[in-house]
């Protein structure tokens, strides 16, 4: 199999500060918080399907610098029939501009069309939200995605941004129909890019994407990914959940 890696995509969190006044000068200092997930996720193709897993862990941060835990979640997301998205990135939501990365993605495969041709318009949508986040906010944008589905066959398609003060980085990795074993790492990902190339020649694809993310979840020391581990694969016969970790199959009318 051969590999296609990105950059690390850690997911921070940033919180609105309000203060409520109470009778008797009483104020109260509230902290709204975004919940956003780190991630690390590997998909692989070989043959007619296309096969995709998660890790679940959420971890918030307040105030830019304390961690604490929130509630494990889904991180395969569906935006059409046989149409799925895994992502991650240092800001899902921009709390100054109010972008929605994860939204963006929804509304952008939900759309009729190619599936390369969708990637490569949420990629030039995905760079001008970074641009605008840069210039309003002055932060740093990287972001991995990977569209994946079944049209005529299974695809994937993975876009990467990466824009900062200094850096305009895009790094598109195709595995289009016909396209035969191929796989690719996001978020966290360097103990899967390491050992990936030797264990994917050992054992099947469906055995060696739930070991490599659980060597990268032991690997890691950060605490911002984790059990269970989600594994969904897409072929001509639908969507199957052969490792569901906190995910529910999605409604037949979504299929």
């Avoid at 509630?71 to 972008?99: E, L």
């Avoid at 595995?175 to 035969?180: A, E, H, Q, T, Y």
Wanted: glycine share 8%; proline share 6%; aromatic share 10%.
């Amino acid at each position: 199999l051969e590999a296609g890696a990105w950059g690390p995509g850690t997911a921070a969190s940033s919180c609105d500060t309000e203060f409520m006044a109470f009778p008797r000068g009483i104020i109260v200092l509230i902290l709204a918080c975004t919940v956003l997930p780190a991630s690390t996720f590997v998909i692989g193709k070989s043959g007619d399907a296309v096969v995709v897993g998660t890790d679940s862990r959420v971890v918030l941060i307040i105030d830019y610098s304390r961690k604490q835990p929130g509630s494990d979640i889904c991180k395969i997301h569906k935006s059409a029939p046989r149409r799925y998205f895994v992502i991650a990135s240092n800001q899902y939501v921009n709390i100054k501009t109010g972008i929605d990365f994860s939204d963006l993605a929804t509304q952008t495969f939900a759309a009729d069309g190619n599936p390369k041709s969708l990637a490569d318009s949420f990629e030039t949508k995905a760079m001008a939200a970074a641009e605008r986040i840069l210039k309003e906010d002055g932060a740093t944008t990287v972001l991995s995605l990977v569209f994946f589905g079944y049209d005529r066959g299974a695809f994937y398609y993975s876009r990467s941004i990466r824009r900062s003060p200094s850096e305009t980085y895009e790094e598109p990795s195709d595995c289009p129909v016909g396209c035969n074993q191929h796989w690719l790492a996001g978020g966290y990902h360097q103990v899967t890019d390491k050992l990936a190339p030797q264990v994917f020649a050992s054992i099947s694809i469906e055995s060696a994407i739930p070991f490599l993310i659980r060597k990268e979840i032991e690997a890691d020391t950060t605490g911002d990914i984790g059990l269970p581990i989600a594994l969904l694969r897409v072929d001509a016969d639908g969507e199957h959940w052969l490792s569901p970790g906190v995910c529910k199959p999605f409604p037949q009318a979504a299929k």
